[in-house]
Nanobody, 113 residues
Framework: QVQLVESGGGLVQPGGSLRLSCAVS????????MCWYRQAPGKRRELVAD???????NYGDSVKGRFTISRDNDKNTVYLQMNSPKPEDTAVYYC???????WGQGTQVTVSS
């Protein structure tokens, strides 16, 4: 079956950096739109970034210029590089196969000094 496993979350200081990974199995990864979402306490889940099969990227307004989504089709993995994070980036981050009900379990990111 399809599995998505996120890793790389944790505590990071404002202005630091963190890289999230999402390993995908059970599906032909290179054919998929891949997405990162996040959900902060008391807030709705929101799209952070997505990347097409051809590598075209799209970002939420709040992370443009700071976060970078990328993919490695040989490793069946999608990444989210978080640079200059802010406290308001604190959330559980989820990867998703775009347009599907396939989600990872989530990884907590806390931005705090």
């Amino acid at each position: 079956q399809v599995q998505l496993v996120e890793s790389g979350g944790g505590l990071v200081q404002p202005g630091g950096s963190l890289r999230l990974s999402c390993a995908v199995s059970g599906v032909i990864f290179r054919t998929l739109l891949m997405c990162w979402y996040r959900q902060a306490p008391g807030k709705r889940r929101e799209l952070v970034a997505d990347i097409t099969t051809g590598g075209r990227t799209n970002y939420g307004d709040s992370v443009k210029g700071r976060f970078t989504i990328s993919r490695d089709n040989d490793k069946n993995t999608v990444y989210l590089q978080m640079n200059s994070p802010k406290p308001e980036d604190t959330a559980v981050y989820y990867c998703q196969v775009g347009g599907s009900h396939h989600w990872g379990q989530g990884t907590q990111v806390t931005v705090s000094s």
